[in-house]
């Protein structure tokens, strides 16, 4: 142990590069140059603020927790559901230590200039905080008036309608959205949640994207489990791609279609409820030419008068900007992507979140510009 803590640097850097060497070789040329540049990061922060962990907490705590990050990713060569113990021991622990070190970022630069890092503990506190907070099932009931008068000129936050108690003449939408199969989220959870929106009866079931994550794309069986709940609620249930489930395409689209739920990519369908025939849609994910192919998509949707509203699936809510919004008129779209607006205190009721400080897109809740609404939630949403 005293020749690591003596010579952590080199350690460090030839950890880094076996892991980088070992990932292209056996997971993906893209697998290894994204967990390299993340390795690395954090590698410079680590070895930076060494000395000032190993002065507050034992060495050998630090060595494994560090250790821990690398046998993580290493683990993601061969994407597997791990068992819980794995979960417990390896993935939650490398994943809080990674996540911490790297929001350790700016006292790294502060120990590089004044030599000192007061208060260090604190990205320790917000990663711990972080990892807490999915093993959190969040589910909010909202109300969206469609005929609300507030209409205005630039995309802003909106306030949530009063909730309506009659629900005869509501229609009742649950969303699922990023549930991102893994570490965080196992099978039976997963299926738990999907029991119970189906247990709920409502109008119609859409999921917004995101299923998988670098764990969960082995085989086609693990989401098709997952989903099971939803194949007995057939032809109320349609789905969205996210930008993750283009890592693993056929994987999503077979057990999306093993569970009898309707994938739409930039198509619409006219789905009879109990109010009356509602058009759903569902817009693709795109990294590239995003406005090009989401204008020709829009286009070529059908025009349909007679139906009660117009709802449709857009995985990321920054992609609305790239809508032509008057070819096709679209009373509510629904969102996930930006996990509640990453980071935040939206928990204690205060709206400002990482996307909010930094940009003016939609990061969660209810949005709109003109007679357009946009809802934005980071799990599941009942509305």
Request: proline share 5%.
């Amino acid at each position: 142990m005293n020749f690591v803590l003596d010579n952590i640097g080199t350690v460090t850097l030839f950890l880094l590069l076996f892991t980088f060497v070992v990932s292209w070789l056996f997971r993906s040329k893209e697998f290894a140059i994204i967990r390299g540049v993340i390795l690395t990061v954090y590698s410079l922060v680590f070895v930076t603020l060494f000395d000032t962990l190993v002065s507050f907490i034992p060495p050998l705590i630090i060595l494994l927790l560090y250790s821990l990050v690398f046998i993580d990713t290493l683990l993601l060569i061969r994407p597997k559901m791990q068992p819980l113990w794995v979960r417990v021991l390896i993935n939650w622990p490398g994943q809080w230590f990674l996540g911490a070190t790297i929001i350790a970022f700016p006292w790294a630069i502060w120990v590089l200039l004044f030599k000192s890092a007061d208060f260090l503990y604190i990205p320790y506190i917000l990663g711990l905080i972080g990892i807490l907070q999915n093993f959190r099932i969040t589910e909010e009931c909202i109300f969206i008036d469609l005929n609300d008068n507030e209409q205005p000129s630039q995309l802003s936050r909106l306030k949530l309608a009063p909730p309506n108690s009659n629900n005869n003449d509501t229609l009742q939408i649950i969303q699922l959205t990023d549930p991102h199969l893994g570490p965080y989220m196992s099978v039976a959870r997963l299926q738990h949640i999907c029991k119970n929106a189906v247990d709920k009866q409502p109008d119609l079931i859409l999921l917004t994207g995101d299923f998988l994550t670098m764990e969960s794309k082995g085989s086609v069986q693990t989401l098709s489990q997952s989903l099971q709940p939803l194949k007995e609620y057939s032809g109320k249930v349609f789905a969205c791609m996210g930008n993750h489930d283009y890592e693993a395409p056929e994987i999503v689209k077979v057990a999306l279609a093993n569970n009898n739920i309707t994938l739409l990519i930039d198509e619409a369908l006219i789905v009879q409820t109990r109010l009356g025939p509602v058009e759903v849609i569902g817009f693709d994910s795109h990294s590239k030419d995003r406005k090009l192919k989401l204008s020709n998509a829009i286009k070529s949707l059908p025009n349909e008068k007679n139906i009660i509203a117009s709802i449709a699936m857009l995985h990321d809510p920054t992609h609305l900007s790239d809508l032509p919004l008057a070819s096709h008129p679209i009373d509510l779209y629904l969102s996930g992507h930006t996990h509640g607006g990453l980071m935040g205190l939206v928990s204690l009721g205060l709206k400002t979140t990482v996307i909010s400080l930094f940009s003016k897109s939609p990061d969660h809740g209810l949005w709109g510009i003109d007679t357009l609404l946009l809802f934005s939630f980071a799990l599941r949403s009942c509305l």
